[in-house]
């Protein structure tokens, strides 16, 4: 029961991050486009600090440790195949790309002048780079909730 629980918990976890990121890839990220550089890069640099909220971060965070419980349920034979997969795509794919390719994405904008001259170039380089691992780590997500789906099954 305690088992059952705990993939459904991580399975709505990921498919909750998940859904986030879809929609910065297909709203956000796309309207942003459309603005001029300097009002895309200030939009942006606003979304970035108002993303590291305790809402959001206890649905990112939160479900990166429902993973871990997942491996750790494998390591005792109580996670099948499935659930290991899962927690280990939403670990790596949507953890581990946040760490290793957006945040420092983030960083970079945060440190740009929207109105220095070459903020522009920036800015294309920031929307195609970031956009893409976005939407890897979206279908990571969705992956290792659909996943943990799979191995209730």
Known sequence: MIWTGLTIVTALGSALVAGVFYGFSGLV???LARLTAAEGIA???AINVSA???GFMTGFLGTALLCAAVLVAGWFGRADGW???????YLVGTVG??????????????ALDP???????AWMGYLSGWTLW????GLA???AAAALIVSLL
């Open 29 to 31: 990220m796309p309207a």
């Open 43 to 45: 939009a942006m640099q």
């Open 52 to 54: 590291v909220t305790p």
């Open 83 to 89: 659930a290991i997969a899962g927690a280990l795509l």
């Open 97 to 110: 790309v946040t760490i290793l390719a957006n945040v420092p994405r983030n960083d970079m904008l945060a």
């Open 115 to 121: 109105m220095a001259a070459d903020a522009p170039a």
């Open 134 to 137: 976005n939407h890897l780590r």
């Open 141 to 143: 997500g969705l992956a």
